[in-house]
């Protein structure tokens, strides 16, 4: 499993380089909103919330609190990254309903399954989700419905992640979709760029789209 995501970080950054630009300059027009999408407000509150989730299920997993000051040193950037994930993954869900794709309650029962046997149980899966993403354990299901979002319009797209051509047709539709929702990020968070953020925020469906690719192709 730990082998997989180090190919699929290299692979994301290999989209990235590959991919157009495509930003959207914040604005203070939403007061008290972290983000707007599809005019639909992300509020700071919700954003706070989702902080705060990750935060304990971290300071759980630690043994004391010279540990859990450590963790909160090395995801420092939790916040801006978490807002990212949350807009990003509307972007995707978008680009998927553009592909008429669609995922079911199977589709994630099945995946979190087989994750759950790769990584040596369900506390395994949570851990690693945490770790590495910064997603809390009563969000997985969440983060797995967008990975096979993601993996869906790949294959609906017809778009091989292992060529550029296909890392071009996969963030054309992303970048399509950004710009129908009309991204409008709180300035205090950074600016909105499609394919910057999916890499900057530490997203699994990503990595995981990519992932998958090359286990087909190997």
């Known amino acids: 499993m730990h082998r997989r995501r180090r190919t699929a970080l290299v692979l994301s950054a290999a989209i990235v380089a590959a991919a157009p630009l495509l930003t959207a300059c914040g604005s203070d027009a ?9 005019g639909q407000r992300i509020t700071v509150a919700q954003l706070e919330s989702r902080v705060k989730e990750v935060r304990a299920a971290q300071r759980a997993a630690t ?4 540990q859990y000051q450590e963790v909160i040193a090395r995801t420092g950037t939790l916040t801006r990254d978490t807002l990212h994930n949350m807009v990003l993954d509307r972007v995707l869900d978008r680009a998927a309903k553009n592909a008429g794709v669609a ?14 046997q790769q990584a040596g149980g ?25 990975e096979i979002e993601a993996q869906k319009l790949a294959a609906t797209l017809g778009a091989d992640m292992n060529t550029a051509e296909g890392k071009a047709t ?9 710009k129908e929702l009309h991204v409008d990020l709180n300035p205090r ?12 925020a530490k997203t699994p469906w990503l990595r995981e789209v990519t992932a998958t690719a090359t286990q087909q192709t190997t």
């Open 30 to 38: 939403h007061p008290g909103a972290a983000a707007v999408v599809g």
């Open 63 to 66: 043994k004391d609190e010279a």
């Open 103 to 116: 995922v079911t309650r199977k589709d994630t029962q099945q995946m979190r399954s087989a994750f759950e």
């Open 122 to 146: 369900a506390k395994g899966l949570e851990t690693v989700w945490l770790q590495q993403y910064g997603v809390a354990p009563q969000r997985i299901d969440d983060s797995l419905r967008t």
């Open 170 to 178: 996969f963030w054309k539709a992303m970048s399509a979709a950004s």
């Open 189 to 200: 968070y950074g600016a909105w760029d499609v394919q910057k953020s999916g890499v900057d």
